[in-house]
């Protein structure tokens, strides 16, 4: 039995728990034992492993719910002129610059850093969802092999989509079904997944939904991400797209919706009715121009959303600060976000949303557990933890990320992997997908 304990200088258990002061966490087997007093975790135990994390704030590790790792290579990547909208940015830019040029070694480089990143910043779960066409079959167990040596919690998939045909497109659907056959529990785990309504037929759909519930995984598609899907939806099937899967019998707990931007509000009623899952990027969706998520109506109908960096702004603490302050903005109302449920959303709702026992600091979830520097400008109390960690800390401030019970990060230094190599790797992959033709 592998026992440890984590020595806090305050904890925040959950993002609606009440702060302790100089509490910690006891991690058995990698799963949390006990959260309480650092004195009690202590009690008469001698021998144990003890990580002295007292100059630091424990939380529950945050949970990118939606990460495209690739899309770290097109960071920068140079543009004659910004795309004329969010169908061109695909079409024009996304598909053929990035996604088609994309084989194994750009792969891997992309999600080594981007895990050695995300681990850095407090992230010990991503969800990452892999649109590489050309570079199947076999990627996923590429990917997964990184996520075994970083230690990073991961679940994998391969967006299935039929603009390279058919064949291409359930080829997709069996490498996640493959993939999940042979990693149903554990660390790193699978799911299935698709693109769009604009991009996957209805047979697909219901393709790649069987195969999902005989595969007993969830599934992931993007949504709405901006007017294009709906406008085409509306003109195709005379219905907007959530109203459009409904009628194919599509939703229940199992689905995992991404972006959610452009939905009306008899969809969110529909998406909440059949408790789907939605993955918020407040971030990338502005880059994209794709409008601003209607998160608080979301909220409103008991949506639950998890939060995602979509490979865009990968410190968690920059998109929780977007998440937190664009509806406020929009909404003209201070009181349309509270920090509290920003927290909530990167932790406890972004597990429940892509399937982990985590996003907690209880006993029996698994030991995700991050410590951020309490060397704060202003007092911690109570009342503004919250405000504390979302307005006023950043990924530079996470000094423990613990997965599992596994320390991966402490102090300046990553245990499982070597960030300035890996950036070197992922640099030159970069120069090779910025100026390599499509084949
Ligand atoms: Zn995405």
């Known amino acids: 039995m592998a026992e440890r304990i984590v020595l806090g200088g305050a904890l925040l258990a959950a993002a609606d728990a009440e702060l302790q002061m100089e509490w910690g966490v006891r991690i058995v087997d990698g799963t949390i034992a006990d959260v309480g007093p650092n004195e009690a975790l202590v009690g008469t135990r001698r021998g144990i ?8 704030l424990l939380v529950p590790g945050f949970v990118n719910a939606h990460m495209h790792s690739y899309g770290i290579l097109a960071h920068g990547i140079p543009l004659a002129e910004p795309p004329a909208g969010f169908y061109p940015f695909l079409a024009e830019f996304w598909w053929p610059r990035v996604e088609d040029r994309l084989d194994a070694a750009m792969v891997e480089a992309a999600f080594r850093l981007a895990c050695a990143r ?12 892999l649109e590489a066409p050309r570079a199947a079959p076999g990627i996923l167990d590429v990917e997964a092999r990184v996520a075994e040596e970083t230690g990073i919690r991961a679940v994998l998939s391969l967006e299935a989509s039929e603009r390279h045909g058919d064949a291409a497109a359930r080829a997709a659907l069996f490498e996640n079904a493959g993939f999940a056959a042979t990693h149903g529990t554990g660390r790193v785990t699978g799911m299935m997944s698709l693109h769009t309504s604009f991009s996957c037929s209805e047979a697909l759909v219901r393709e790649g939904k069987a195969l999902a519930v005989e595969s007993g995984v969830r599934i992931h598609l993007h949504l709405s991400e901006s007017d294009y899907e709906p406008s085409y939806t509306l003109e195709r099937y005379g219905v907007r797209p959530a109203i459009w899967y409904d009628r194919l019998g599509f939703w229940d707990s199992s689905v995992l919706a991404s972006q959610g931007v452009a939905l009306d509000a008899e969809e969110i009623a529909v998406l909440a009715k059949r ?10 969706n502005c880059e994209v121009g794709g409008g601003v998520a209607p998160v608080p109506e ?3 109908a008991g949506i639950r959303p998890g939060l995602g960096t979509d490979g865009y702004i990968n410190d968690p603490f920059e998109v929780m600060r977007a998440a937190f302050l664009i509806p406020k903005g929009v909404r003209r109302d ?7 449920t920003v927290l909530a959303m990167a932790t406890a709702w972004g597990a429940d949303a892509v399937g982990v026992n985590a996003g907690l600091l209880a006993p ?8 951020v520097r309490l060397d704060l400008d202003t007092p911690l109390t109570p009342e503004n933890v919250a405000e504390q960690l979302v307005l006023f800390r950043s990924g530079t401030d996470v000094a423990l990320t613990v997965v599992d019970g596994r320390v991966l990060f402490r102090d300046r230094g990553l245990l499982t992997v070597d960030l300035e190599a890996a950036r070197r790797e992922a640099h030159a ?6 100026t390599r ?3």
């Open 118 to 129: 995300m681990i850095r910043s407090g992230v010990t779960t991503v969800c990452d969802v």
């Open 49 to 56: 492993e003890t990580i002295d994390a007292r100059d630091l």
């Open 437 to 439: 033709g499509i084949r």
């Open 364 to 371: 029996g979830r698994r030991a995700d557990v991050v410590g």
């Open 298 to 300: 979301m909220l409103e």
């Open 334 to 340: 201070a009181r349309a976000m509270p920090a509290r």
């Open 429 to 434: 992959q970069a120069r090779r997908l910025w």
């Open 275 to 284: 408790r789907v899952r939605l993955a918020h990027m407040p971030a990338s």
